[in-house]
């Protein structure tokens, strides 16, 4: 009896625990189910919405097996394009989009001398797309992790990369010109660990400027490296994180704001820092709080046409909750993490890599990789969800919505904080509303404006935190353009 006492409270905590996560409510689309282990998946948005995703696939665990995968929605579902078929070991696919549309492809392959060097491809050759590749490194020691950016206004590819030796590794920027066939000379960065997915990244901004971060080691005494070439000549700046750097990652906003994230390795953290063209970096901001186990393994982050910046991670750690999850902001306001996926059949028994695409506002495209055990075979299944969050800091339930309406707040009374609970309705004139959510005090005075934005249909919630005021009676307003309801509640410290 005691037995089973125990593992009943065990699983109302673990209900308890999720049934507290916000979740992300939207269809799960099915990239790729089959005996293979996908992996490694990358999400993008090109500049007319559409998704494209690369990823390697190897049998089981045979790294001789590891091929190059490119997919794309654009003739209405997902197609998929094998890009490598050689038996000799491909793996950490990266890609980006010239101004024309193309897609560039760039990872890592053995050579004959078993050494990995950095490939090259891209589908410009429209009768051979992804057939004519390029070897960007060649003899010397192993390469590893590499990561690609490509030119906006010029025919140059970017590549950032480290050595991976016994002893200490150096990171490695080298060009090449697509158009041209010319290699750069191979520039060194300094020294740096290769420790996961990306720990060295490379982009390009607006004005075509190149920007490289990286890690020097991993843990205690991992800094974070930057380099750009705004001055004109590529020169390193400080960045302000000194220690306990792991896995950072970055991208830019179309503000040309350079964004870059990390797990700090002391206290499991994700941090962020930013800077502006020709500024210097913010101090680092924790984006997740503690006690969210030990996130991990996100491939690409993202930033939508309003700035605001979208990482996803996933936990396995069991002191807190398990799965892939999602979270977004900008400045020093971002959520609460999000759920997005988490195995409830015991199909899969692990978590792999994870990256977001985001554009508009709030519209976002998440891939996961969930791995298992299938027919005796290690197998893992790359998924993706595509949805909207909004700036009020929850994700729409995404359920059918025929009425605007305002719920009753919950708890009520509270201390100090309550949630407010609103359904938007259909637009006759456009799909989208203008929603606002007004509190007011006790003799009508406007205190704060917890929503004021345009929202699709859906049912949303909205958290007020009332420990800056009094004790009292106060009034929350809904307002859209055809309706309008106000309720009350009621603040006791």
């Known amino acids: 009896m005691k037995t089973i006492c125990t593992l009943f409270i065990f699983l109302l905590c673990i209900y308890n625990s999720y049934s507290q996560t916000p979740y992300f409510n939207y269809p799960i689309d099915t ?104 070897w960007i490194t060649t003899g010397g020691l192993n390469k590893a992790t590499p990561y690609m950016a490509v030119g906006k206004g010029d025919s140059l590819v970017h590549f950032v990369y480290y050595t991976f030796v016994t002893g200490q590794d150096n990171a490695y920027y080298r060009r090449y010109n697509f158009i041209t066939g010319q290699l750069g000379p191979e520039v060194l960065l300094g020294p740096g660990e290769a420790g996961s997915e990306n720990d060295i ?153 994870s990256s977001v695409a985001a554009r508009g506002n709030g519209q976002v ?30 994700v729409s339930s995404n359920e059918t919505v025929h009425d605007f309406k305002l719920y009753d707040n919950y708890p009520n009374p509270f201390n100090p904080s309550t949630k407010i609970k609103f359904s938007v309705a259909s637009n006759v004139k456009r799909e989208m509303s203008n929603v606002k959510i007004t509190v007011f005090d006790v003799i009508g005075r406007e205190i704060t404006t917890l929503v004021n934005e345009q929202l699709k249909p859906s049912t949303y919630e909205v958290e007020w935190n009332a420990s800056d005021y009094p004790s009292g009676v106060y009034f929350y307003t809904l307002t859209t353009e055809s309706f309008s309801e106000t309720k009350k509640m009621i603040l006791i410290k």
């Not at 075509?208 to 000549?233: P, V």
């Not at 807190?320 to 979270?327: I, R, S, T």
């Not at 299938?374 to 009020?392: E, H, Y």
């Open 31 to 134: 990239i790729v189910k089959d005996t293979y282990f996908n992996y490694r998946s990358m999400v993008k948005y090109d500049n007319s919405g559409f998704i494209h995703i690369v990823n390697t696939r190897q049998y089981d665990v045979q790294s001789n097996t590891r091929e190059i995968f490119y997919r794309t929605n654009k003739s209405g579902i997902f197609a998929a394009t094998q890009v490598t078929n050689n038996s000799v070991d491909d793996n950490y696919i990266t890609f980006g989009f010239d101004l024309q549309g193309y897609i560039h492809l760039g990872w890592e392959r053995r050579d004959a001398s078993n050494n990995f060097q950095l490939i090259y491809a891209s589908n410009r050759n429209t009768s051979n797309p992804f057939g004519d590749t390029v």
């Open 365 to 394: 495209a998440i891939a996961f990789d969930p791995a298992g055990s299938r027919g005796g075979d290690v197998v893992s299944d790359i998924f993706m969800k595509r949805g909207f969050v909004t700036s009020v800091g929850i």
């Open 201 to 353: 990244e490379t982009a390009v901004d607006g004005f075509n400027k190149l920007h490289i971060a990286y890690c020097t080691n991993a843990g205690t005494n991992s800094a974070i490296k930057y380099f750009t070439n705004e001055s004109g000549t590529l020169t390193e700046m400080p960045s302000g994180v000194t220690t306990y750097v792991d896995y950072p990652e970055m991208t830019i906003d179309n503000n040309n704001v350079v964004h870059i994230i990390y797990r700090n390795a002391n206290d499991k953290r994700i941090y962020e820092i930013h800077k502006s063209p020709g500024g210097s970096f913010s101090t680092p901001f924790p984006i997740t709080a503690a006690g969210l186990g030990n996130p991990a393994y996100w491939r690409a982050i993202d930033t939508d046409d309003n700035g605001t910046l979208y990482v996803t991670f996933q936990n396995s750690l069991s002191s807190a909750p398990k799965g892939f999850f999602l979270v977004y902001g900008s400045g020093t306001t971002y959520s609460n993490p999000i759920l997005v996926f988490e195995d409830s059949t015991a199909s899969y028994s692990t978590r792999g890599s």
